[in-house]
Structure formats: structure tokens, C-alpha cells
């Protein structure tokens, strides 16, 4: 049976705007060798697929420095201190795209985003009958163009590979679930 290991120590490492780095010491549970681990702290993370009355997607399509490329995803970010996940997720999608509805954003689904270092935690919504209720309001260091893309693109969009952020495809697989079985 696998067994959790014991968890003697954590120290920071370093501390950045998005997530700290620290090291955990933690103890084999069968031979007790005592081994540190790299994780990373970050607060949860939210992302939204907006749908316009006429089964649209809200799309974004923004620079990402960890891959030097523009992609294609879905609005999100990061859960304020104190912000409810769901709150989080209709800030994010106003902010980036403008997109907003009346009622509130429903809870697709969770993920752990990589359990190998990572403690947060990814909550995925659907937000129905979007329209564009503002400007964007983008931080200094976003530069996002908003996209409209029909949900039954989707699929091919993601064999094309067009669509390939882990976390986006990992929505729309939680949207699937709920809506097509």
C-alpha cells in the first residue's frame, strides 16, 4: 500500500511576484531516506470558456514567455487572497476580453496543474450567454486580442494543435464531460 511521506522541514528559497520556490525535506515511508524536493507555491488558478448566445467561444490570443510564441486559449489567472475561485474566473474573463453575462460561472472542474511540485490548484468554468459588456482592462504586462471561435472548432483546433495549453484543454475536457455523455 503507498503510504504519504513524513514531511520533516520546509524552507524558502526564493520569492517571486506569481509563486516562492521551497525546498521540502520528506522521509521514505518503507526505507526512511531523507530526500529534499523542489515545489513551488502559487496561489490557485482560475480559467473561464465564455459562450456567447450563438455557441461562440471568447478566445484570447497573447504572447507566453515561457514558450516565445502566441497562443490561443481561454480567459484566466490568478485567485486573489481572499477572491472566491468563481469570482476569480468572471474577474479574468471582463478584464481580458470584455466578455461578462448575469449569471454566474459554473464550476466545471479541478486539477492539480503538476502534482510532481506544485501545491495549487486549477478551477476550470463554463460562464453561458457572454456578450461584450466593456472594454478590456488589461494589466501593463498583458497584450491580449480577443477571438471568437464557434464551440464545434474547437475539437479541431485542439487535434491541429492550435490549441495545446495543457490547462485550456483541460476545460474544455471537463466542458465535454458535462455536456456531451
Partial sequence: MIEKWKTENKRLVNSFPIFD?????????????????VVIDSPEW?????????????MIKQYRHGL???TLEIPGGLVEAGEDACNAAMRECLEETGFGAMERAELLGLTDPNPAYQY???????WKDCSLQSAQNLDTNELIEVELIALAE???LIRNGTI????VLSAFLHYWLRYSF
Avoid at 495545446?164 to 490547462?167: A, D, N, P, S, V
Wanted: aromatic share 6%.
Fill in 120 to 126: 495549487n490548484k486549477q478551477y476550470s468554468f463554463v
Fill in 154 to 156: 474547437i475539437p479541431e
Fill in 21 to 37: 520556490v521551497s525546498m521540502v525535506e520528506r522521509i521514505h515511508p518503507v526505507t526512511d531516506v531523507r530526500r529534499e524536493f
Fill in 68 to 70: 516565445d510564441d502566441i
Fill in 164 to 167: 495545446k495549453h495543457t490547462l
Fill in 46 to 58: 482560475v480559467n473561464i470558456i465564455p459562450l456567447t448566445s450563438d455557441n461562440r467561444v471568447v
